[in-house]
């Protein structure tokens, strides 16, 4: 069980009713508000429940780990809150329960951030457990030791997992040498030699004013936004420690890679380089990626794999902008007899797609489906404010959320033709297959136990 979703266990009954909290997505108004001490969010004000969603976000996450040490950023995540300031862990916990606030934190390979729920009566005690949690965490041995001791289950549970095996497989391939390649949760080795003063240097190297993002929604004022934004994080660093992941094409292209393992099924995770967020052809690749695998039921690998077929039972692909590096991934699961053929279907449609193009009639669906469905990411406050925060990571601009729409819209049958005639290379695409498939040409096979 995941560090999220044991947080997810204990947190408070009010956070479903946040859940059901519907925004429009033609309602949104965002208000950049900047606070005296020069802390940035932008704000949805809603005041129509009395509730308030935060997210927030400091670059650089697991992919600055140590070597050794991996698994760091993703520990103290959770850590946090597991006391801060004068109160241990449980008095801690006692607080947010009694109060009905909603906190936690999580680490990705680019990102460290957090979310805080909270109804408006208990906004102040929210906001200053929060400062607590990440100005004066306390790292007691026994909380540090519970953590860990669940991580590194979680680890143990994840080693005979298929799909974990061929995520970890495949990233390793990909990205050999490169903080990307490292498991975010870490290693049981690493885990085990993560100290008090890795999470305390964790902290303090990244957690900084100047690489903040903040999104807010709901029902509060910009005015006392920021007052609390002073007050919760007026007493981080100002500067974060400058650090480098180099940037890095996909290696191993090509290659078919295979985990020998006993099982009925086989799970399949392929991928070639992608765009980055900021590539000017990245909207005509979205439409594309979902004409190819990013439509479910409509898009061209499930038809020709699953829905004709009836070959694999999921197949999908979608796009991976990172900061130093960019994918175009899929995924699927299939009985072993039909890996083979699986994987040369997903080649063929690779290949079709890159040498006639796709129709107009599939254009038009496409965008029709991706335009109809954003408004579905608006559906609770929760989902907006982690939007703000992304789009602020990326730099799109405070207008995005209404012009995105508009982007997909312009985009033409020749972008998407060209865009896939520039990037789609079937012969580049890695496969790592984790089962027991038959009559698969391995450029890679690897034996597992069990």
């Known amino acids: 069980m995941s560090l999220s979703l044991m947080r997810g266990l204990r947190a408070p009954v009010f956070a479903l009713a946040i859940l059901l909290v519907p925004v429009s997505a033609q309602a949104i108004e965002i208000q950049r508000v900047i606070s005296k001490g020069g802390i940035e969010a932008w704000l949805v004000e809603d005041h129509s429940l009395p509730i308030i969603s935060m997210r927030f976000l400091f670059p650089g996450g697991a992919a600055t780990d140590p070597i050794g040490r991996q698994g760091t950023a993703n520990m103290v995540s959770g850590l946090l809150d597991e006391g801060a300031g004068d109160l241990d862990s449980q008095a801690f916990q006692s607080r947010l329960a009694d109060e009905s606030i909603s906190l936690s934190f999580n680490a990705s390979r680019d990102n460290f951030g957090g979310n805080l729920r909270a109804l408006t009566r208990n906004r102040d005690e929210a906001f200053d457990l929060l400062r607590l949690a990440l100005t004066q965490p306390r790292f007691d041995p026994d909380a540090v030791e519970r953590i860990r001791a669940q991580i590194l289950a979680g680890i143990a549970a994840r080693k005979n997992d298929p799909n974990q095996i061929a995520q970890r497989t495949f990233w390793s391939a990909t990205f050999p040498d490169h903080p990307y390649s490292r498991p975010r949760e870490g290693t049981a080795e690493s885990v085990a030699a993560i100290t008090d003063v890795d999470l305390r240097t964790f902290v303090t190297r990244r957690l900084a004013r100047s690489e903040l993002i903040v999104g807010v929604v709901g029902d509060i004022t910009p005015d006392d936004l920021r007052v609390l934004l002073d007050q919760t994080f007026g007493d981080l660093p100002e500067r974060a420690e400058a650090y480098t992941i180099p940037k890095m094409e996909p290696a191993a292209a090509g290659d078919v890679i295979v985990v020998q393992k006993k099982n009925p099924q086989s799970r399949v995770v392929f991928g070639q380089k992608g765009l980055y967020r900021d590539d000017p052809d990245y909207y005509s ?109 990326r730099d799109l601009g405070i207008e995005f959320l209404n012009e995105r729409n508009d982007l997909i819209a312009q985009v033409t049958l020749e972008d998407v033709n060209l865009v896939a005639k520039r990037v789609l290379d079937p012969a580049a695409l890695t496969v790592v297959v984790v089962g027991d498939p038959e009559n698969i040409d391995a450029t890679h096979t690897i034996r597992e136990d069990g």
């Open 285 to 393: 690749a979205l439409v594309l990626n979902h004409i190819l695998g990013g439509g479910s039921f409509t898009s061209r690998l499930y038809d020709e794999i699953r829905e004709k077929r009836g070959l694999a039972y999921s197949v999908f692909s979608y796009l991976l902008p990172m900061d130093s590096a960019a994918l175009w991934l899929g995924g699927a699961g299939t009985e072993n007899a039909a890996v083979s053929v699986s994987v040369e279907l997903v080649r063929n449609q690779w290949a079709s797609i890159r040498a006639f193009g796709v129709t107009q009639d599939e254009l038009d669906k496409a965008k029709a489906n991706l335009i109809g469905s954003f408004g579905l990411r608006f559906e609770n406050s929760a989902a907006i404010s982690g939007m703000l925060v992304a789009v602020q990571r």
